[in-house]
């Protein structure tokens, strides 16, 4: 059975840090590319942050420089630093991880439950 269980949320005042963890279970973690993504109230879920089998990794432009991902394929587990947070930044944080089957020619997307982070004074 597949797991992605995310922690690390709360509230936090903005200009403050968290550092989100999403620990995996049922997946061969190092073949997979590792994102978050967040969904704040009524707006649609939008990608943040991802980090390749490589290490590689990417974020969404209103992160850069304030969000760090980082993996750790011996503990399989997927970090998310994030720094000088906003209120905008209130969302749920999924974590999500992603690969794609050559043979069925389809992609696998696994996601967390998620982990609600609250910027606020």
């Known amino acids: 059975q597949v797991q992605l269980v995310e922690s690390g949320g709360g509230l936090v005042q903005p200009g403050g840090s968290l550092r989100l963890s999403c620990v995996t279970s049922?997946?061969?973690?190092?073949?997979?590319?590792m994102a978050w993504f967040r969904q704040a109230p009524g707006k649609q879920r939008e990608w943040v942050a991802a980090i390749d089998t490589g290490g590689t990794t990417k974020y969404a432009d209103s992160e850069e420089g304030r969000f760090t991902i980082s993996r750790d394929n011996a503990k399989n587990t997927v970090s998310l630093q994030m720094n000088s947070l906003k209120p905008e930044d209130t969302a749920v944080y999924y974590c999500n991880a992603a690969r794609w089957n050559a043979g069925s020619a389809t992609n696998v997307n696994y996601w967390g439950q998620g982990t609600q982070v609250t910027v606020s004074s």
């Open positions: 049922g997946i061969v973690f190092d073949i997979y590319t």
